[in-house]
């Protein structure tokens, strides 16, 4: 893809599912890559793709709900690469409540998805304007589209998330910073594992249920993601902008 080799990128979310996927595709084409991540392990992921790619990955535990730890993390960006030309927000919580969801609930998922998705744009900001413009991408899903039962909170979220990529749209244009979201369908990550297990279903039951509610029959890879979101943020994607990209199989057209 144009416009990819030699650009700083920072993924969140970059130690595991779509994010370690974001974070290897970007490689692959050449960028230098930062994964934020609050699991320590990221550091391993990080080292696995280095080694793959030949190119440098960073990483920097970063908990994206502490605005302090997003300064320090950017900090060690400025010192090594002094800018940045794409941010992909992509880390987020899975805290899967209906009407009985309490004010702890929507706070640690308000804290993270959109609070601290919010928190580490406006940080990163600096170092993308120094690079005369970029890409950001913001993580949205199906789930920004339609109402899924005892999903409020999650919901909520990735509808606010695509709220939030329409206005960065018009408010960093002047900067030559687009901004997208991609909106992936079900992706069998270690997210929906742990979903399975919070609200105590059979992963395979759940897995063939969910395949059907896919015009495509299946659950998507990370790898199906990650390659659309290594587009928007290239030079291919130049004049998309403020837009919602779906990667899902078809389960928003049945
Ligand atoms: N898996 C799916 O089916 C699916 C579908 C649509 C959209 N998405 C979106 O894709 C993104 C990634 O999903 P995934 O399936 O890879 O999830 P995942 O749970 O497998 O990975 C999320 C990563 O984010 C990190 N993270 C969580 N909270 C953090 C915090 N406070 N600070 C820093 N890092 C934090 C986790 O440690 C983890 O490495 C999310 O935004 C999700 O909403 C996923």
């Known amino acids: ?79 090594v690469s002094d800018r940045l030309d794409i941010l992909v927000n992509n880390a987020a919580r899975f805290i899967l409540k209906g009407i009985e969801a309490t004010s702890q609930d929507w706070k640690a998922i308000l804290d993270v998805n959109v609070i601290g998705t919010s928190l580490v744009t406006q940080h990163g900001l600096p170092l993308l304007k120094k690079a005369g413009g970029g890409a950001i991408v913001n993580l949205s899903s199906v789930s920004g589209f339609v109402g899924q039962s005892s999903f409020a909170t999650y919901n909520a979220t990735k509808f606010a998330i695509r709220g939030l990529t329409k206005c960065w749209a018009i408010d960093l244009s002047p900067f030559n910073i687009r901004v997208n979201s991609v909106c992936p369908g079900y992706i069998r990550t270690e997210a929906f594992e742990n979903s399975c297990v919070q609200l105590g279903i059979d992963p395979e039951a759940e897995d063939a249920r969910i395949s059907q509610l896919h015009i495509l029959g299946r659950q998507g890879t990370a790898e199906e993601v990650s390659g659309v979101v290594a587009f928007v943020a290239s030079d291919d994607a130049s004049f998309i902008t403020g837009e919602d990209l779906m990667v899902d199989g078809g389960y928003l057209a049945k």
Do not use: H
């Open 1 to 79: 893809m144009r416009g990819l080799k030699g650009k700083t990128a920072v993924v969140t979310g970059g130690a595991q599912g779509l994010g370690k996927a974001i974070a290897r595709r970007l490689s692959e084409e050449g960028c230098i890559v930062w994964s934020f991540d609050l699991k320590p392990d990221g550091e391993d992921t990080a080292r696995r793709i280095e080694q793959e790619t030949g190119n440098p990955v960073y990483f920097a535990q970063t908990d994206i709900a502490d605005e302090r730890q997003i300064e320090a993390a950017f900090r060690r960006v400025a010192e």
